[in-house]
């Protein structure tokens, strides 16, 4: 269980939670922590690279900000070791660690100015005045708010608060940066600027960030890899391709991207469905012949073929146009859900007409989560 | 022209429109009945103590006699000496404490039996409170004086203060507190830097509480109090014992204008901390 390789992960790709290459810079090992009844970790590994941006993604309560927080300091896991280099991060207090936090609800101090804000950290250093107010003015053009250093953190926009709390942050030159819900509280335009300005950031400084996040888009679009956490659990750590490609279970699955799900179980290397039959899959090779299993296709890896011509037969029950694509929905007689196919452009399609479903991938995952 | 066939239109729907309301309504009966019944005693007492005869009931025509038969009482003088210098040394105590207790109590403990017995003291009735002093400074061999009042006024006022300081913390986000530590700073700086000014306004109101509380306190004041030391309050009511006059009158007058100038004045900080 404690093992950072998940179970399940295709044996095609090198163990992803090692992470490759670069340096580790933090090492999380078999940190858990409990409150009350409650397992919120339960035992995660993770190594984190340096010059990463590595995202912790997982629903609500899965344990992904009580580990943030334990690296910050703020919770004191029951068991394992959190390192940053050759550092024993448990063994020192929030203040002297080197990382900072970037608050959820910001946490600027409402009774100081935006560049007392900033150099509020560089202070408690004992930096010259000199060089605090250099810093300060240099990390203020960076994040594009040199104009507002006077005003006070009411005065200014959602948008501009997480540049102020993120410039007050990347100050200090923290070897590691941690994000917590960095673009929850942000509208939905504001967000997607602040995902590119959050990654040019993160080059332009060259230091590590680790965001936590509950949304999947946003970690898939920021980070280099993703630890998906469950139950206070690492269920998979991969880059956003291999998590999607190749998810390790039936829940990594489901929660990144949307899904069409078969279930069904795995004869001697392929893909049963019940009242189907054999159906074309991957990953077979990694689930035991015999035990259940869900075949898992993507919308875009799904074909509309004429009736009868696929490997399953629906009827389109909805049609979406989206632009660029269009998202056809189609009934499969006994399958609870309809599959969802996405087609480029305008559908040929429309409601109510009989169509057959194949597909050229699709992955085979069980339930069992780590 | 081409309005009127839209003007009619929405004037009809108008009439049926849903409008919040703006004024008092009706409520202005209750209102103004609570304001009388407040303010008709205050407005009572300040006029008569512009009377020129010595009832305090009956209006004799105008005069400042009794203003300067007030500045020319040495025994009254004296007592408001004694209280302001208690209620100042108690406040200064009690504010102290009761913020550090307010700010431990909010942050650092989930005990409520720690919360309960710093709160006790608001809550007793004060003649407990009062005989519980008494005995406690007879035990311990402290002689009554200005001391023990004032050490009694802070006993209480603490309690009020945390009630101020911790309801403002338990309002507001831990987290500012963590950035600050986050960022390098440790605990007393982060407490001087951090939690101070944000629960000013906080420390500010519990300090004009436990002053104005101080300040016309009697029973605790009566059983703490050594021979001779006589606080206001005190002195004022062994004057009523003898009969009112409105030299009373004149001494609570000069008292309002005291309270009034107080607390317009900590307004004016308490808003000022609140907008830098």
């Keep these: 269980m404690t093992s950072p390789t998940p179970t399940g992960a295709p044996a095609t790709t090198a163990s992803p939670a090692r992470a490759p290459q670069r340096r580790t810079l933090l090492s999380v090992d078999r940190v858990g922590r409990s409150f009350g009844d409650v397992r919120a970790l339960d035992g995660i590994s993770l190594d984190i690279a340096e010059n990463e941006f590595f995202a912790l993604l997982g629903p609500s309560g899965c344990g992904k900000t009580t580990l943030l927080r334990s690296i910050a300091g703020f919770e004191t896991p029951d068991e394992g070791e959190i390192r940053l280099g050759d550092d024993d991060l448990l063994a020192m207090p929030p203040h002297r660690r080197p990382v900072n936090l970037m608050f959820q609800s910001y946490a600027l ?30 990390v203020l053009a960076t994040v594009g708010l040199s104009s507002l250093a006077k005003r006070r953190p009411a005065q200014l926009s959602g948008g501009q608060r997480q540049r102020v709390a993120l410039a007050r942050a990347i100050v200090k030159r923290p070897r590691l940066l941690l994000l917590d819900e960095p673009l929850s509280a942000l509208d939905r335009k504001v967000r997607a600027e602040m995902q590119l300005e959050l990654k040019r950031l993160q080059h332009e400084v060259g230091i590590t960030f680790v965001v936590v996040t509950h949304d999947q888009d946003e970690a898939m679009s920021m980070a280099d890899r993703i630890a998906v956490l469950a139950d206070g659990r690492v269920q998979q750590v991969a880059t956003p391709v291999e998590l999607y490609r190749n998810p390790a279970n039936l829940f990594v699955a489901d929660f990144i991207g949307s899904s069409n799900r078969l279930a069904g179980t795995v004869d001697a290397g392929h893909f049963v469905a019940p009242g189907i039959g054999r159906l074309p899959s991957d990953g077979t090779s990694d689930v035991a012949p015999g035990s259940e299993a869900h075949l898992v296709v993507r919308p875009e890896d799904l074909r509309i073929v004429p009736h009868g011509a696929g490997v399953l037969d629906g009827k389109v029950s909805e049609v979406q146009f989206q632009g660029g694509a269009s998202t056809v929905a189609i009934a499969v007689p006994g399958q609870e859900r309809p599959f969802l196919a996405t087609v480029p452009g305008v559908a040929a399609q429309t409601r109510g007409s009989h169509v057959g479903l194949t597909w050229d991938s699709a992955v085979v995952v069980t339930d069992d989560r780590a | 022209m081409a309005d009127t066939v839209t003007d009619t239109a929405s004037t009809r729907r108008a009439t049926t429109r849903y409008r919040p309301r703006t004024g008092l309504g009706w409520l202005w009966l209750p209102l103004a009945l609570c304001a009388l019944f407040l303010y008709i005693p205050i407005a009572v007492l300040v006029g008569m103590s512009f009377n020129d005869g010595g009832s305090a009931f009956s209006w004799d025509g105008f005069s400042f006699r009794w203003y300067a038969e007030l500045a020319g009482d040495e025994v009254l003088r004296q007592s408001v000496l004694t209280s302001l210098m208690i209620a100042a040394g108690a406040t200064v105590v009690a504010t102290v404490l009761g913020t550090l207790l307010g700010v431990g109590l909010a942050r650092h403990t989930r005990s409520k039996a720690l919360e309960t017995a710093a709160m006790a003291p608001a809550i007793l009735p004060d003649l407990v409170l009062a005989i519980g002093l008494l005995a406690f400074f007879f035990v311990a061999g402290i ?134």
């Design chain 1, 109 to 138: 101090f409402p009774h100081m100015s935006v560049a007392a804000n900033i150099a509020y950290g560089l202070k408690r250093e004992g930096l010259p005045k000199a060089e605090i107010a250099d810093r300060v003015d240099e």
């Design chain 2, 143 to 276: 002689p009554k004086s200005a001391l023990t009042i004032l050490l009694a006024h802070a006993a209480f006022g603490t309690a009020f203060v945390v009630a101020v300081v911790r309801a403002r913390l338990t309002g507001s986000d831990a987290s500012l507190e963590e950035a600050s530590r986050d960022l390098g700073a440790g605990g007393f700086t982060t407490f001087v830097q951090v939690t101070l000014p944000s629960i000013a306004p906080a420390v500010v109101a519990g300090a004009l509480l436990v002053f104005t509380l101080s300040l016309d306190e009697f029973v605790i004041a009566y059983f703490t109090a050594g021979p001779t030391t006589h606080t206001l309050p005190i002195t004022v009511y062994s004057m009523v014992r003898t009969g009112v006059t409105p030299e009373i009158n004149a001494l609570a007058t000069v008292l309002v204008a005291i309270s009034v100038v107080v607390v317009v004045v900590a307004a004016r900080a308490v808003r000022r901390t609140e907008k830098s």
